[in-house]
């Protein structure tokens, strides 16, 4: 093992983990260190990392939004890329940082740069580095959620699907309504919880009826909000993100499951 | 009231931060008034006219128009006729006083009893001319005039429109060019019709004759 | 009408549980967003079209006050008359003068959301004036004495069953004695009913969808030809439109009418679409005497040159409110006011003050999918946004959510603590779900777990593992 040597070769890569991977559930962090050191990148993990901001953000709070991000800047722009296994908050860097600094052309400029080379993970195996298949096992039949920030902010939707039909036994069956937002939204769900449910009671009763065996997307926040709703509902689905799966990392309980 | 005129406008250029638009910019935006840019025209409104007079009778159709498409002129009062004949609707007709209109051998459909003149609630059946036809969406053109009274297009059960192929045009920017070709400036209507008047608003489920005809028939001449 | 957008929170929860609604809004998600989709399909240039809707509207909105002057000039050369309003007041005092000078007792009204906003019918009302909306949905919605929840299909929020309830409650006067379910016999009932209502009129009131500057013209766009009734039989015509309805010429508006009809019904082009221009002319045979036009700023123009003017683009086509899984989930009324939905939530605060709809630019997981479907091109989510932060300027954002945010971005801004911080907490998370790897209740997070399970913590998290294995590799 020798990742922390520096390889000159070697795209070297930042990895976001995000608040949510770095409390809930790290095995998504390692899975993406896995699938991109598979796919020749060196990857370091800042520890000058917390959150990317998008809760202050989307709660209007621009100070401690551009605090944040400033931190973020700081801490990421001397790689060669900034990878986050999560839409929603690598669509916060990308497609956000640059406005937060309006009138601050000196910040906006770092900004841009760091937009410029940060990627969702999955996106970013297919899109940048050409991954066209993982070596990967998981006996299931499998359905995907297209978190909106990620099919909306970054255009993710076929590359998921794209590698997971190389994962050996999988089977995906997609749900109706995939695109439809889960409910969680951040804030939203604690600030407007009656309405986040109906949102996530919808979404769990189009997974069901997918009768797919596990449920995968490429954020955890939604994850944990769909999970969370299908384990209060009984159903006996598990929940995984999909860097697990790619990574094959799979031999660890599912989100929400007892060891 | 001019007071409002006066606040609305101040606060819409402080706004804009500038005054009046003035100068070039304001010879700029006279030329784009005088002389319209076309934006995006829809490929399929740009095809040969021959194809233009299918597309037409087709998006009427799909829109649930029924078309009928006659060789000549003379042969539009036979098949006004049949047509009322095949629903079941009495040979009465309100025409639009036309002169093209009027000089078709009506007398070749002896049993049409034909008034002129424009629509009052009851009449159950009313012709006129269209102005042009529109392929890109299978759309007819009328315009309000002493010739074409716009009630004719609302209040009766029926509305039958005598359109020329010759008039069909590709898209809606080519019915403007032969509106301002006119050069009688815009009448107080322009109707674009395409298919009889309907409603969703009971459940979202279509019906078709909310307020205005239930049926809309086209005779087509020369298609 | 009365904002109720105060209370949105609880008005959506009234909604959810408001089990005709639900029923009704069914057809909602089953019709429109299917609908659009396949019209779209059937036209290559639609995301050219919408490209050029944008920017068409954003140079009428850079010379909004060019524009304006012309249409009122051309309107004038052909006879018909111009009156600005700033607010709903001066709007109703033109509509009701109006009226008065013809001494008019009924008006019949096409669809006009314009109307709506300024209140018209209650006003009427208030005058001795009978308003009479002969839009299907309106007519279904004005029996029942209630407000569109929805800006092109006013009575979504109702089933055959309350229309049939409505129209038999109303309609044994002209000998409609039986009650009918059938949506095409209730349909025929409004027609023979609203028949006479056209022909004894004295006004027509109509909206505009679009103002043209060229010809001095207002254009109606719809389906069901009460709009064309309306403004051809009765002696005056009053079209009420909004300051940014301008639109250059017909070729502009021919742009637009493409961008309109397939995202809003998903038809190509609606059944009519009718261009006006001034009072009939001495040779005509039918048509009205009088032509005005109202054109109303009520706090539009103070949005042009800032953060909202994007939202001047709108042509009210309701793909944002058809699509949005918040509207699909509680419908327009809970929005508390004329214009609900996205669109609403951006515009609302405007029109009726940020501390009265604070709520609504809040209540959207920004989830994009408005922005995806909006015609022309508008950041709906952005704009919400920028709701947010001034609310949160102002201290108007509930002082909870600023005390956990404040306490949040403490640490967050702070890696060292917030490490230490996460890793307790994820500890802490870990022993509450230990035996089910959930926890099912959990205090403070009751919004979360009153509905749903919290998925536990794995235990130790990311950055204290990874700094354990790089310490082992060093
Ligand atoms: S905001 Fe966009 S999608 Fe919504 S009504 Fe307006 S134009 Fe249509």
Known sequence: MSATLSCPHKPRVGLFVTCLVDVFRPTVGFAAVKLLEDAGCTVEVPAAQTCCGQPAYNSGDRADARDLARQVIAAFEDFDYVVVPSGSCGGTIKRHYPHLFDGDPAWQTRAERLSAKTFELVSFLTDVLGVERVIARYPDTVTYHDSCSGLRELGIKSQPRRLLATVADLDLREMAESEVCCGFGGTFCVKYPELSNRMVSEKAAHIQTSEAGTLLAGDLGCLLNMAGKLQREGAAIKVRHIAEVLAGMTDIPAIGEPD | MSDAREQILNTLRRGLQRGPVAGERRAELEARLAHPPRNVIPARALRPHFEQVDLFVQMARNAAATVDPVTHPADVPVAVSAFLDCEGLPAELVMAPDPELAALPWSEAPTLHIERRAAVDGDQTSVSLAFAGIAETGTLVLLSGPYSPTTLNFL???????????????????????????????????????????????????QMGAHGPLRLHVVLVGG | ????????????????????????????????????????????????????????????????????????????????????????????????????????????????????????????EAHGIQPVETDLGEYIIQLRHEHPSHIIAPAIHLNRDQVADAFHAHHGPYGFTERNENPRALMNEARQVLRQQFLSADVGITGANFCIAETGTTVIVTNEGNGDLTQILPRVHIALASIEKMVPTLEDVSTLTRLLTRSATGQEITVYTTFSSGPRRVEDLDGPEQFHVVLLDNGRSGMLGGEFQDMLRCIRCSACMNHCPVYGAIGGHAYGWVYPGPMGSVLTPQLVGIDAAGQLPNASTFCGRCEEVCPMRIPLPKMMRHWRERE?????????????????????????????????GAWLLRRLGSRKGRIERLPLAGGWTAWRDLPAPQGRTFQQQWAARQGARS
């Open chain 2, 156 to 206: 009766p059960d029926t509305h039958i429109v005598v359109l020329r192929a010759d008039r069909i045009v590709g898209a809606y920017e080519d019915a403007w060019d032969l509106l301002r070709a006119r050069g009688l400036g815009m009448p107080r209507t322009v109707n674009f019709i395409t298919g009889p008047s309907r409603s969703a608003d009971i459940e979202q489920t279509v």
């Open chain 3, 1 to 124: 009408m009365q904002v109720t957008s105060q209370t949105f929170k609880s008005n959506a929860s009234v909604a959810l549980r408001d089990a005709a609604l639900q029923r009704a809004l069914k057809n909602l998600k089953a019709g429109f967003p299917g609908k659009r989709a396949a019209a779209i399909a059937k036209l290559p240039e639609f995301d050219q079209l919408r490209d050029a809707g944008r920017d068409l509207k954003n140079h009428v909105l850079e010379h909004l006050d060019f524009y304006l002057e012309r249409f009122e000039a051309k309107v004038i050369e052909q006879g018909g008359q111009v009156h600005w309003a700033r607010d709903a007041a001066e709007a109703r005092q033109i509509v009701l003068d109006i009226c008065r000078s013809v001494a008019a007792r009924r008006v019949t009204k096409g669809k006009s959301m314009i109307s709506e906003e300024i209140g018209l019918n209650e006003f009427l």
């Open chain 3, 392 to 424: 949160f300027e102002r201290h108007l954002s509930p002082a909870a959510v600023r005390f956990g945010l404040g306490a949040w971005a403490f640490f967050a801004k702070r890696p060292r603590l917030y490490r230490i911080v996460a890793g307790v």
